[in-house]
T-cell receptor, first 109, second 112 residues
């Protein structure tokens, strides 16, 4: 079966760095996505990785290792507004997105 | 319209009633999707459509139906609502390769 695993909840301090991990097992691979979702709102796109390595976009970076079925989202210089759920999703061989349950990130002052 | 529009924003519905959730996009995306999101379970795909005139079943299709008469619209119908269908429903769209995956703002449905 297809499976995406990520931690349920993480806590970090304002100004610090946090890494949210995602492991996956899917039928085929056409890219991995990270989305941010604030409470009561729709998910919004953060990053897309299809090749191994690190993609950096401002304070956010995303890493992919296809051989290990592993990705992480790195958030630097954390701000209170980064408190949200972070969703990992993998696009399978049929171009369907398989979603993880999301990681709730709590930022403390 | 900019992006994806869902209606209504929220609804309280009596069990047994029929309800259609509306979704319209103006990005000319070929593919459209309906998800439900429940606490602790993440996003679960209900139905999808890869192009106008075609639809497919997702992970949790029972009790729901969809149609795709044209590129822009993808309504979701609950023929006879039950309390277990209380959830937040998100419509999304993308191009054929999954690029530009965009979500609507969601419909919060409560079935009582």
């Amino acid at each position: 079966g297809q499976n995406i695993d990520q931690p349920t909840e993480m806590t970090a301090t304002e100004g610090a760095i946090v890494q949210i991990n995602c492991t996956y097992q899917t039928s085929g691979f056409n890219g991995l996505f990270w989305y941010q979702q604030h409470a009561g709102e729709a998910p919004t796109f953060l990053s897309y990785n299809v090749l191994d390595g690190l993609e950096e976009k401002g304070r956010f970076s995303s890493f992919l290792s296809r051989s290990k079925g592993y990705s992480y989202l790195l958030l630097k210089e954390l701000q209170m507004k980064d408190s949200a759920s972070y969703l990992c999703a993998v696009m399978d061989s049929n171009y369907q997105l398989i979603w993880g349950a999301g990681t709730k990130l709590i930022i403390k002052p | 319209i900019a992006g994806i529009t869902q209606a209504p924003t929220s609804q309280i519905l009596a069990a047994g009633r029929r309800m259609t959730l509306r979704c319209t996009q103006d990005m000319r995306h070929n593919a459209m999707y309906w998800y439900r999101q429940d606490l602790g379970l993440g996003l679960r795909l209900i139905h999808y459509s890869n192009t106008a005139g075609t639809t497919g079943k997702g992970e949790v299709p029972d009790g729901y139906s969809v149609s795709r008469a044209n590129t822009d619209d993808f309504p979701l119908t609950l023929a006879s609502a039950v309390p277990s269908q209380t959830s937040v429903y998100f419509c999304a769209s993308s191009d054929s390769t999954g690029s530009g995956y965009t979500f609507g703002s969601g419909t919060r449905l409560t079935v009582v």
